[in-house]
């Protein structure tokens, strides 16, 4: 069952953060960034199984001066024990479906450049690569 993501969920989505996407938080985090998003601008559904959060997806509008409005794919993962099951493109059509609802026709996504088998999963899905990029990050103190 795909859903719109709850409070309740933060355990889970951190876990799956942490574990799937190498990127370590804790629940209190993922609480107050849930709690925190404009609905009318980012929106998380979940995949649930037997009632257990088992992947999510991030979402976020985004208005370009140079292109059409798209959404961008904040992060998407599944649980290694729920891969192969189309929970991944499932969460990916609800995303779909939300862009539509809001008359956007485009989405966008970055994967680092060694997850191949990502890629090969959203070709599938129909994602085609724009361009090679470096991704450069700042720290401000």
Known sequence: MIRK???RDSRAISAICTE???Y???AQFVAQRLSGLKPDRARVFVAEEDGLVVGFVHAEKYTLLYQPDRVNILGLAVSDRSRRQGIGKQLLEAVESWAKENGIFYLRL???STRTEVHRFYRSMGF???REQIRFLKQLK
Request: aromatic share 0%.
């Open 5 to 7: 993501a709850e409070i």
């Open 20 to 22: 799937e996407l190498g």
């Open 24 to 26: 370590p938080c804790n």
């Open 110 to 112: 970055n994967s680092g």
């Open 128 to 130: 085609g690569e724009e």
